[in-house]
């Protein structure tokens, strides 16, 4: 059964880089044609997408956090990793790792969600 997780620090501080592992089992991330998201939900902002890493390596973000978003990926561990820089308390959420098979905007698996708070 195809499984992911978030893991990474529960706090961070601002000014700071934010960086979690989304860690895929009984899947491959190079699998034709998978899209691999990071999205994020906070009470003041909703639901966000953050950006996506593709099955080839591509990758693409949200205007809003392009300057500040990087996603990359271990294709032997099958991992994804998000690095968010400069953080402010705005960046407060609970952080996702999803997967669309078809690159069409519909996540068919999530994970647990992963809670990050940003604070001094």
């Known amino acids: 059964q195809v499984q992911l997780r978030e893991s990474g620090p529960g706090l961070v501080k601002p000014s700071q880089t934010l960086s979690l592992t989304c860690t895929v089992s009984?899947?491959?991330?190079?699998?034709?044609?998978?899209?691999w998201s990071w999205i994020r939900q906070s009470p003041g902002k909703g639901i966000q997408w953050i950006g996506y890493?593709?099955?080839?390596?591509?990758?693409d973000y949200s205007p809003s956090l392009k300057s500040r978003a990087s996603i990359s990926r271990d294709t032997s561990k099958d991992q994804l990793t998000l690095q968010l820089t400069s953080v402010t308390p705005e960046d407060t959420a609970i952080y996702y790792c999803?997967?669309?098979?078809?690159?069409?905007?519909?996540?068919?698996?999530w994970g647990q969600g992963t809670q990050v708070t940003v604070s001094s």
């Open positions: 890493i593709t099955y080839s390596g591509s990758t």
């Open positions: 009984g899947a491959s991330i190079t699998t034709n044609f998978l899209y």
């Open positions: 999803a997967r669309d098979p078809t690159g069409g905007w519909a996540w068919d698996l």
